[in-house]
């Protein structure tokens, strides 16, 4: 593609799709959830993020949604991610494999898992390789169970990491970025700044640079994944971080990396690690 036709194609696209800024002081940052065990308040919004952060405030991208879209999350009976959540449930009791064990023979109700999910993607010492909450379930799996490992961003598996998320929902995120891990952050890093595409755009442009203005009649979010998996009422299921990653990279003409990639973990780290101080929010409703 020549230069000047991709440059106007740019050109047409910010125009068309970027409308308006949403005024900080406008939105609705109250969010409490009600849950089972009693009401979970929310963190959406960080005002003194963390020494480094890019980003000036955080924001969750609850807070940007429409009423109607934000009002399903409030209460967990409302929430349609919650279906896919009680099929996890189903599965974390139910023995598989050739050993014959459940995930609870092992670790108990689910809530054994509070706290995890605020930490991962991380560095482990003894597997010596960057861990995604995905890849601790297959480690599971294979491991104590004989059973085969689910796919990386397939339903069951992105259920099972809603059902294990959820246990840590209210706490704020904490992702280590030093240490043996700094390495895959800094390829998350080059890789939100890196222009791909047709379009020629990185993730920063949009929900760094253009966070709270309009594209395809919705507003752009920070991107952050706090909230994940997520159930989108556009597609009416749960979907997975690298899923949504995946579809961010078709929508600006780019050859998305394989969920589950090296590429993709290293971008989920550092995308995580833009969010540290958010709460733990999954399974989210969005757009």
Same mark, same amino acid.
């Given at each position: 593609?020549?230069?000047?036709?991709?440059?106007?194609?740019?050109?047409?696209?910010?125009?068309?799709?970027?409308?308006?800024?949403?005024?900080?002081?406008?939105?609705?940052?109250?969010?409490?959830?009600?849950?089972?065990?009693?009401?979970?308040?929310?963190?959406?919004?960080?005002?003194?993020?963390?020494?480094?952060?890019?980003?000036?405030?955080?924001?969750?991208?609850?807070?940007?949604?429409?009423?109607?879209?934000?009002?399903?999350?409030?209460?967990?009976?409302?929430?349609?991610?919650?279906?896919?959540?009680?099929?996890?449930?189903?599965?974390?009791?139910?023995?598989?494999?050739?050993?014959?064990?459940?995930?609870?023979?092992?670790?108990?109700?689910?809530?054994?898992?509070?706290?995890?999910?605020? $930490?991962?993607?991380?560095? /482990?010492?003894?597997?010596? =390789?960057?861990?995604? +909450?995905?890849?601790?379930?297959?480690?599971? #799996? &294979?491991?104590?169970?004989?059973?085969?490992?689910?796919?990386?961003?397939?339903?069951?598996?992105?259920?099972?990491?809603?059902?294990?998320?959820?246990?840590?929902?209210?706490?704020? $995120?904490?992702?280590?970025? /030093?240490?043996?891990?700094? =390495?895959?952050?800094? +390829?998350?890093?080059?890789?939100?700044?890196? #222009? &791909?595409?047709?379009?020629?755009?990185?993730?920063?442009?949009?929900?760094?640079?253009?966070?709270?203005?309009?594209?395809?009649?919705?507003?752009?979010?920070?991107?952050?994944?706090?909230?994940?998996?997520?159930?989108?009422?556009?597609?009416? =299921?749960?979907?997975?971080?690298?899923?949504?990653?995946?579809?961010?990279?078709?929508?600006?003409?780019?050859?998305?990396?394989?969920?589950?990639?090296?590429?993709?973990?290293?971008?989920?780290?550092?995308?995580?690690?833009?969010?540290?101080?958010?709460?733990?929010?999954?399974?989210?409703?969005?757009?």
């Amino acid at each position: 593609m020549k230069k000047t036709t991709r440059t106007a194609m740019i050109g047409a696209f910010l125009a068309a799709s970027l409308a308006f800024s949403a005024q900080a002081g406008g939105m609705n940052t109250e969010l409490v959830i009600d849950t089972d065990n009693g009401p979970v308040k929310i963190i959406t919004h960080v005002k003194n993020p963390p020494k480094g952060s890019p980003l000036s405030e955080l924001y969750s991208g609850w807070v940007f949604r429409s009423k109607e879209t934000q009002a399903l999350e409030t209460d967990d009976f409302d929430n349609p991610g919650m279906i896919f959540v009680e099929q996890a449930r189903d599965a974390w009791n139910t023995p598989d494999g050739t050993v014959g064990k459940s995930c609870a023979d092992c670790h108990g109700d689910p809530s054994s898992m509070k706290g995890l999910r605020t $930490v991962l993607p991380r560095w /482990d010492a003894k597997l010596g =390789k960057l861990m995604t +909450l995905e890849d601790y379930v297959n480690e599971s #799996r &294979v491991k104590y169970m004989g059973a085969k490992p689910w796919k990386y961003g397939g339903g069951q598996l992105t259920a099972m990491v809603a059902l294990i998320s959820m246990q840590s929902r209210g706490m704020p $995120v904490n992702v280590k970025t /030093d240490g043996p891990v700094r =390495k895959f952050w800094e +390829l998350g890093k080059k890789l939100y700044y890196t #222009r &791909v595409g047709q379009l020629d755009m990185a993730c920063s442009n949009c929900h760094e640079d253009n966070y709270g203005k309009y594209i395809r009649a919705d507003h752009l979010s920070q991107g952050q994944i706090n909230g994940f998996p997520a159930y989108r009422l556009k597609n009416a =299921k749960l979907n997975s971080v690298h899923g949504r990653f995946k579809g961010c990279m078709k929508n600006i003409r780019a050859t998305p990396y394989k969920v589950g990639s090296d590429e993709f973990k290293a971008l989920e780290l550092y995308v995580a690690s833009r969010g540290n101080g958010l709460s733990v929010e999954a399974p989210s409703v969005r757009n």
